[in-house]
């Protein structure tokens, strides 16, 4: 009786195992996606990647924040990465010229604006851009603004060739200080180490700064950011999902409460 009831056993376990049926052990495949995000984006990403545990449990999104610039180098020097989400064109531009991104999956997602921050107080006394190049010229003011590499520092210069200012020359008299990234110049603004700050309104509101104005479009152009899968993904399938759900609704509610826009 014993005999047979363990032979009876063992066909009912190879029966459902053939079926099928999850046995001690199994869990589902895992999935990491390592994605490169410009910096100002870390808040953001970092809510939708908690948001997207529900939507697709089986993937592990490894985040690289950094300046767009830093991440271009990195992926163009062989770092593994499987979607790029940049604060700029240009580096995007860049790796698609190198194909070093898969040009089909490429999106113009998010809309950001550029403004001047001040230090809690004001205590230059700032209220406009305008305020700020007269200022500039008159060599009593320090302000923050991203290194040449960096989106926002590609941005900043855009606005001081408007007004006409020599960046060089403000350099030199000591009238700027440089950040890596738009963290680092957010963190002179709010320490209150500089009179002033160039960077994202979405960095200012993260941070809590006061912003006093906003660069116009002919000052320094739309700001948008394009994401794309890169060409050496290594999940590719699951990379342009992750960026499909980056384009839907949740994610946008998750954008927009920090200050971002759909790209138009």
Same mark, same amino acid.
């Given at each position: 009786?014993?005999?047979?009831?363990?032979?009876?056993?063992?066909a009912?376990?190879?029966?459902?195992?053939?079926?099928?049926a999850?046995?001690?052990g199994h869990?589902?495949?895992?999935?990491?996606?390592?994605?490169?995000?410009?910096?100002?984006?870390t808040e953001?990403?970092?809510q939708?990647?908690?948001?997207?545990?529900?939507?697709a449990?089986?993937v592990?999104?490894?985040?690289?924040?950094?300046?767009?610039?830093t991440?271009q180098?990195?992926i163009?020097q062989g +770092?593994v990465c499987?979607?790029?989400?940049?604060? /700029? #064109?240009?580096?995007?531009n860049? $790796?698609?010229?190198?194909? &070093?991104i898969d040009?089909?999956?490429r999106?113009?997602?998010?809309?950001?604006?550029?403004?001047?921050?001040?230090?809690?107080?004001?205590p230059?006394?700032?209220?406009?851009?305008?305020?700020?190049?007269n200022r500039?010229?008159?060599?009593?003011i320090l302000? +923050?603004?991203?290194?040449?590499?960096v989106?926002? /520092? #590609?941005y900043?210069?855009?606005? $001081?060739?408007y007004?006409? &200012?020599?960046?060089?020359?403000?350099?030199?008299?000591?009238?700027?200080?440089?950040?890596?990234n738009?963290?680092?110049?957010?963190?002179?603004?709010r320490?209150?180490?500089?009179?002033a700050?160039?960077?994202?309104?979405?960095d200012?509101?993260?941070?809590n700064l006061?912003?006093?104005?906003?660069?116009?479009?002919?000052?320094?152009?739309?700001?948008?950011?394009?994401?794309?899968v890169?060409?050496s993904?290594?999940q590719?399938?699951?990379?342009q999902a992750f960026?499909?759900?980056?384009?839907g609704?949740?994610?946008a509610?998750?954008?927009?409460?920090?200050?971002?826009?759909?790209?138009?």
């Open positions: 009786m014993k005999k047979t009831f363990c032979i009876l056993l063992a009912v376990l190879l029966n459902l195992t053939a079926c099928g999850p046995t001690a869990t589902a495949a895992q999935t990491e996606l390592t994605v490169f995000a410009a910096a100002s984006l953001a990403l970092t939708i990647a908690e948001n997207y545990r529900s939507a449990p089986e592990t999104l490894r985040f690289n924040f950094d300046s767009s610039g991440l180098t990195q163009e +770092a499987d979607l790029f989400f940049s604060a /700029g #064109q240009k580096q995007m860049a $790796l698609a010229d190198a194909s &070093l040009p089909n999956s999106t113009d997602l998010l809309e950001n604006k550029v403004v001047l921050a001040v230090p809690d107080g004001n230059a006394g700032l209220d406009s851009l305008d305020a700020l190049a500039l010229r008159q060599g009593d302000l +923050a603004m991203g290194n040449s590499d989106p926002v /520092g #590609q900043t210069q855009k606005i $001081l060739r007004f006409t &200012l020599d960046e060089a020359a403000l350099a030199a008299s000591g009238c700027l200080t440089y950040g890596t738009v963290k680092e110049v957010t963190t002179q603004v320490e209150g180490s500089v009179d700050g160039i960077i994202y309104a979405t200012a509101f993260s941070a006061t912003v006093i104005d906003q660069a116009t479009p002919a000052m320094c152009g739309q700001v948008i950011y394009p994401a794309a890169t060409s993904s290594a590719p399938e699951a990379a960026l499909t759900y980056l384009t609704e949740a994610a509610a998750e954008f927009e409460a920090v200050g971002f826009s759909r790209a138009e």
